[in-house]
C-alpha cells in the first residue's frame, strides 16, 4: 500500500462496505466533514473533494515535516522530530503510520455515530481507504476534473451546479494560485469542467442511439 508522505499530493477514495451507503440524510454529509476537519485539516490540505451517496474522492496534500511536528509535538509517532535533518526510513514508516492512524481514526469515528444513529453494527467503510500518490501536474489536473464531475459520471446530477457536495465552487477562492497554474484562470477552470460534462452527454446520446 502506497506509504503517507509529508509534502506530497495524494488522491484519497473510499466506499461503503458492501451495499450501505456512507450517507443517508442531509445531516450526514455535514457530520462527515466536521469529522474530518477535526482529524484531518491537521495533517493535510484538501485541494479537492466531493461526496456522494455511496463513497467519497479527495484530493489532499500532506502537510510537511515541520508542520506535523507542531501540530503534534508529544506525538510518539514523531521520536525523530527533534531535529530537522533528513528522516531515516525507521522514522520516515512512524510518520506514514501516524498519518495513516489518523485517516482511520476519522473513519472508525465518523463510523461509531453512524452506526449510534442507525442502530446498525459492523464496518461502514471498505477495510482499507485507497490512496495513489499524485507525481506530476498533468495528474493533478485531470484529478480535480475527476474529483468534480464524479456526481454527473454516477448520474447523481447533470449539472455541477446540483451536486452542493463538492469543492467545484470553493476551488478558485481558496487555491487560485493552483487553479492559474493548471488552468489559467477561473473561466479556464470552469470551461474545463464543462467540457468533460459535454463528453458525457455526448456518450450518452450515442450509446442510446446504439442500444
Not at 520516515?92 to 481514526?105: A, R
Request: hydrophobic share 35%.
Amino acid at each position: 500500500m502506497e506509504p503517507l508522505r509529508p509534502n506530497t499530493y495524494y488522491h484519497i477514495y473510499n466506499h461503503a462496505n458492501g451495499d450501505d451507503n456512507l450517507f443517508r440524510e442531509r445531516k450526514n454529509y455535514s457530520f462527515f466533514l466536521a469529522k474530518y476537519e477535526k482529524h484531518i485539516a491537521p495533517i493535510a490540505d484538501t485541494i479537492a473533494w466531493c461526496l456522494m451517496p455511496n463513497h467519497f474522492h479527495l484530493l489532499v496534500r500532506i502537510k510537511s515535516e515541520e508542520d506535523l511536528a507542531t501540530a503534534f509535538p508529544t506525538s510518539l509517532a514523531f521520536p525523530k522530530f527533534q531535529t530537522l535533518e533528513k528522516l531515516s526510513s525507521s522514522s520516515e514508516l512512524s510518520i506514514s503510520n501516524f498519518l495513516s492512524k489518523q485517516f482511520s481514526n476519522f473513519f472508525s469515528s465518523y463510523t461509531q455515530s453512524f452506526n449510534k444513529e442507525y442502530k446498525r453494527r459492523g464496518s461502514l467503510f471498505l477495510k482499507n481507504f485507497k490512496r495513489k500518490k499524485a507525481t506530476n501536474d498533468a495528474y493533478l489536473q485531470a484529478l480535480v476534473l475527476y474529483i468534480h464531475l464524479n456526481p454527473v459520471k454516477h448520474g447523481f446530477t447533470s449539472g455541477l451546479d446540483d451536486w452542493e457536495w463538492t469543492s467545484y465552487h470553493d476551488v478558485p477562492k481558496r487555491f487560485p494560485i493552483l487553479v492559474t497554474h493548471f488552468f489559467g484562470d477561473e473561466e479556464q477552470y470552469q470551461s474545463r469542467h464543462q467540457e468533460k460534462i459535454s463528453f458525457f452527454a455526448e456518450y450518452l446520446k450515442l450509446e442510446n442511439e446504439l442500444t
